[in-house]
């Protein structure tokens, strides 16, 4: 085998990196036989020049061998999951759990915690009181038999390989390259057990993906992946320009996910959840198509069984759910400047303003405040007179409040003319 000095040459010159130099690079540097600085070379080396199909999914294939892998087999049952590259207001799993499982299917999934301005499920679930994301397996097996949805945190034992080498990615610029994302986000699929997946790609300015050319090639990636080990995988592809829904911040995207589940809630939030329920619901053993099961969940938004397995998640993961009862901080209210249509809001400015306000993470051991954030009164779109309310931000203190205040302003852009509709849902394969 190579030492490591002639893998790192090999990529830098531009040549394909086979199986068996892939598992010896992340074996080392799971061992730790390959120091940081060589691994983050070899990024560095991957970032330039890039990774082929076949040497994404071999190094897919590496990091899932890295660690142990979940047999969901005992189910007796396909588990669908859902992964979202990551979006400001992106509440969605939140509702599309309970509703999937209300409909008959079974719904499992291992998630991350969000860094950077975009929030993480685990955090969003923890803001409800009790509420535990660190399940044994065992217990995680149980409730899926039980009743059909369980969403916890990932456990350590899953593709270590991807935590060491994530936490370099993020310290060297090497995040950004369609096949390390597509075969980090994928080997945690893979390893999770999970029989089917949609992936909801998101693109624009708050996204990793600015261009949908950019996810287009991840989700080839991804798709490619997944039909190397068996298993399906459908992508959506949907604008992260502005925020999904209006509330942006733990407890906050909570409320609003209730009001989706119970049926109600902004437009958006509940066309993407829709969409996606459609999709999982097609790739389940229902033996219904995507339109068919789009109609079972639009169903059971409305007749109250989305909002009461909701109830029975949260119960059964220790969560003691009362919508609307939480520590209310205090805001500071964000005008318009004039008169206008607002023609923007900035996800990725809102997500800074949430973030700032103490709803997200800078550093990976940071804690998060479950009630601050973000409240939107105004969508793009909207008419405004000078001095009418655009937003409102949520903080412990008065320090937070008012730079957080200060970036969510700049998310707001008002101009003469009304702009033209915004497609949500911008493509799929
Ligand atoms: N999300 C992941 O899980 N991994 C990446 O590399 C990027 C986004």
Not at 29 to 44: D, E, K, R
Not at 95 to 107: D, I, Q, R, T
Not at 320 to 332: D, E
Request: proline share 3%.
């Amino acid at each position: 085998m190579d030492v490591v000095t002639d893998i790192i040459a090999w990529k830098r010159d531009g040549h394909e990196l086979d199986a068996e130099r892939l598992t010896a690079f992340v074996g080392g540097v799971v061992a730790g036989s390959i120091p940081a600085y060589q691994a983050s070379a070899l990024l560095m080396a991957i970032v330039l020049r890039g990774l082929s199909p076949a040497e994404t999914v071999d190094l897919c294939r590496a990091m899932v061998a890295s660690g142990k892998t979940l047999d969901l087999s005992v189910i007796g049952r396909p588990v669908l999951d859902k992964h979202s590259s990551g979006g400001v207001g992106d509440k969605v799993t939140l509702v599309l759990a309970p509703l999937v499982a209300a409909c008959g299917a079974v719904f499992g999934k291992m998630s991350g915690r969000g860094l950077g301005h975009t929030g993480g499920t685990l955090d969003k679930l923890e803001s409800i009181p009790g509420f535990k994301v660190r399940l044994p397996q065992g217990e995680f097996l149980r409730q899926l038999e039980r009743i059909g949805v369980a969403v916890v945190s990932q456990g350590e034992r899953l593709v270590p390989a991807d935590r060491i080498l994530y936490a370099l990615r993020d310290v060297t610029a090497t995040v950004d390259n369609a096949g390390l994302i597509a075969a980090s986000i994928m080997a945690k699929k893979i390893a999770s057990g999970t029989a089917a997946i949609v992936l909801d790609l998101k693109v624009g300015d708050g996204a990793f993906m600015r261009t949908l050319e950019e996810a287009r090639s991840l989700s080839r990636l991804c798709r490619e992946i997944g039909a190397a080990f068996g298993r399906r995988v459908t992508c959506f592809f949907t604008a992260m320009d502005a925020p999904l829904g209006r509330a942006v911040g733990n407890r906050l995207e909570v409320e609003e996910a209730w009001d989706v589940l119970s049926g109600a809630g902004p437009d958006d939030v509940r066309e993407v959840t829709l969409t996606l329920a459609g999709a999982l619901l097609a790739l389940s053993d229902l033996g219904v198509d995507e339109t068919e099961g789009r109609r079972r969940a639009e169903a059971a938004l409305a007749d109250g069984r989305a909002a009461g397995m909701f109830e029975r998640w949260c119960l059964m993961q220790g969560g003691r759910w009362q919508p609307g009862v939480f520590n209310r901080l205090a805001g500071v209210e964000v005008k318009a400047p004039r008169a206008g249509y607002v023609t923007a809001i900035g996800a990725m400015d809102v997500g800074r303003a949430a973030q700032t306000a103490g709803a997200g993470r800078q550093k990976v051991d940071d804690d998060v405040d479950p009630a601050a954030g973000v409240v939107l009164a105004r969508g793009v779109g909207n008419a405004v007179a000078t001095g009418d309310l655009l937003a409102t931000v949520f903080a412990r203190d008065a320090a937070r409040r008012s730079r957080a205040a200060e970036v969510l302003a700049g998310a707001f852009a008002i101009g003469d003319a009304l702009p033209p509709e915004r497609a949500l849902v911008l493509g799929r394969e």
